[in-house]
């Protein structure tokens, strides 16, 4: 089984409609994030969660939200989608706990979303 | 100007032969550096750290330029499989942040 799944793994929504995006995990990873990926972009950090009680914005939180729900729970919300958030995202999670730091992250199956 | 730097290729290569490319980084305090391997429409995963002096794991070999600000990976006696897009990633200690290069294609050919 997966340590990170990602649901769901396809959406074609409207303009205007709201989505959510949900993220799990089984690592017992302490930090979650959410990323976009764009054909010719590198990846860009939407939001991240250091545990339940910290939510922090990354480069592009625009038009996003975000939940933790529980340490094993992150979940993206688009509130009104627009076109130009056509993109695949991933969830990803670290342990900084052991290291003191956010090294190796580890990545979902992404979600391919497109908004028409 | 993007804090990592990645020529997008694609190296076209046959199957055995060596591949090499560059990554670059403008921010002089990122001290964690890592490639990752990802597949057509698939998830990003973790192929090597980057360590100060250099460090080879099997096939590939990452090599860090401080002076510079850039690092490398080489891939000898490529395979078909070594097939994929490699994303440059650097990153501060003890820092929530990894940026992300765009990515190098490799396509290997038999």
């Known amino acids: 089984d997966a340590d990170v799944t990602q649901t769901p793994r396809n959406r074609i929504t409207k303009t205007g409609k709201r989505i959510m995006l949900e993220c799990s995990q089984t690592?017992?990873?302490?930090?979650m994030y959410w990323y976009r990926q764009d054909p010719g972009l590198g990846l860009q950090l939407i939001y991240y969660?250091?545990?339940?009680?910290?939510?922090n914005k990354g480069e592009i939180s625009d038009g996003y939200s975000v939940s933790r729900q529980a340490q094993a729970k992150f979940s993206l919300s688009l509130e009104s989608a627009i076109p130009n958030q056509t993109a695949l995202y991933f969830c990803?999670?670290?342990?900084?706990?052991?290291?003191?730091?956010?090294?190796?992250?580890?990545f979902g199956p992404g979600t391919r979303l497109t908004v028409l | 100007r993007k804090e990592v730097e990645q020529d997008p290729g694609p190296f076209n290569v046959p199957e055995g032969a060596t591949v090499a490319f560059n990554c670059t980084y403008s921010?002089?305090?990122?001290?964690?550096f890592f490639w990752y391997r990802q597949d057509c429409r698939k998830e990003p995963k973790l192929l090597m750290s980057?360590?100060?002096s250099g460090n080879e794991d099997g096939r590939f070999t990452a090599q860090l330029n401080r002076a510079s600000q850039y690092i490398s990976l080489l891939i000898r006696d490529s395979k078909l499989s070594d097939s994929a897009t490699y994303l440059c990633v650097a990153t501060r200690s003890n820092d929530y942040k990894l940026s992300f290069g765009a990515g190098t294609t490799v396509t290997v050919r038999a």
């Open positions: 690592k017992g990873h302490d930090r």
């Open positions: 980057v360590y100060s």
């Open positions: 921010n002089s305090a990122s001290q964690s």
């Open positions: 969660s250091f545990d339940v009680k910290d939510i």
């Open positions: 990803a999670t670290s342990d900084t706990r052991r290291t003191g730091a956010s090294d190796t992250q580890y």
